[in-house]
């Protein structure tokens, strides 16, 4: 039994082909998949990669079951029956789990009415499913209206930043003014804006990978943002903690933004409630959604997604 698990994420989505001993046979990431289909273009987008993922997966070995974790889907939606039905007419099958990445990681990481997760990706949610498997989630509203601590909001906040130290006269150097320059190609705002809102999202939250190395250096500015991206975590993992019925719990961090870890961590700790023990998880989401087969049946599986 070999098991295709996909992490769908707005900036890209990651897949893994894990064996029945639960050993990765190959693991590997491609373009953006998320639940976000409600027009013609994301939909053919969208049934691209997943044809193939599909078919690179198949020459990998044979595909007996798929979990699909997309983010931002609810998995009682048409277009969750849409990516179940791409995915059975690709590889031939039927065993496909489909629902939101962060349920699947839940179960892989925890169990029901234990812990507290926290996505930061492109996004930021806090999640948690109770002992009857009821999703209690606090923000994850997405980059237009909230999402504080994310890497979209990372990259957003050091890109107004850098644009405005360029109003004044005499603007300070620094790293990640360096790094800025390289990945735009310019200080110019007209070819900045072309690229900013050709690329969209995507591009915006890329910037974080500029903030993270200009923060390996020392630069303040890179610092300031990190330690308020913890501070915005550290927050929102208290609002979910004040929605459930626990007393003391673990919160895991995950996501790419957990790549950052060591900046968060002063702001992070700094705000969060005493009674929640947290540790980031370096891991990627589609070998954790691999795993759970290893502690569920499929049947189970089927029955609570």
């Not at 769908?8 to 064996?19: I, M």
């Not at 492109?122 to 209206?145: E, F, M, P, Q, S």
């Not at 790293?175 to 915006?204: A, C």
């Amino acid at each position: 039994m070999n098991v295709l698990a996909i992490d769908g994420g707005a900036s890209t989505a990651k897949w893994c082909v894990q064996n029945q001993e639960g050993k990765t046979l190959k693991y590997q990431t491609t373009g953006p998949l998320s639940g976000h289909i409600f027009n013609s273009k994301t939909r053919e987008q969208s049934e691209t990669i997943l044809r193939n993922i599909c078919k690179a997966a198949y020459k990998i070995a044979p595909i007996s079951k798929v979990i699909a974790g997309i983010s931002g889907l609810d998995s009682k939606s048409n277009q969750a029956k849409w990516i179940s039905g791409v995915i059975e007419k690709s590889l031939n099958i039927k065993d496909v789990l489909i629902s939101d990445d962060l349920f699947f990681v839940f179960l892989g990481l925890s169990s029901p009415g234990k812990g507290l997760l926290v996505y930061a990706g492109t996004g930021c949610i806090a999640y948690h499913l109770t002992k009857d498997y009821k999703v209690i989630r606090a923000n994850g509203y997405g980059y237009l209206v909230d999402d504080c601590g994310g890497g979209f909001w990372i990259g957003q906040q050091a890109l107004k930043q850098w644009l405005r130290s360029m109003e004044t006269r005499q603007p300070t150097a620094s790293v990640l003014d360096d790094r800025l320059v390289k990945k735009f190609g310019s200080r110019d705002w007209n070819i900045i804006r072309e690229k900013v809102y050709k690329g969209g999202r995507e591009t915006i939250a890329s910037i974080t990978k500029e903030v993270r190395f200009a923060a390996n250096l020392g630069d303040p500015n890179a610092l300031k943002i990190f330690h308020e991206a913890g501070v915005e975590i550290g927050k929102l993992a208290n609002r979910l903690f004040n929605m459930t019925e626990l007393k003391k719990t673990e919160m895991h961090l995950i996501g790419g933004v957990t790549n950052c870890h060591e900046f968060l961590d002063t702001g992070l700790r700094g705000n969060l409630d005493g009674n929640i023990q947290y540790s980031p998880i370096i891991s990627n989401n589609a070998e954790i959604m691999a795993s759970i087969v290893q502690k569920y049946s499929f049947k189970q599986l089927a029955h609570l997604s």
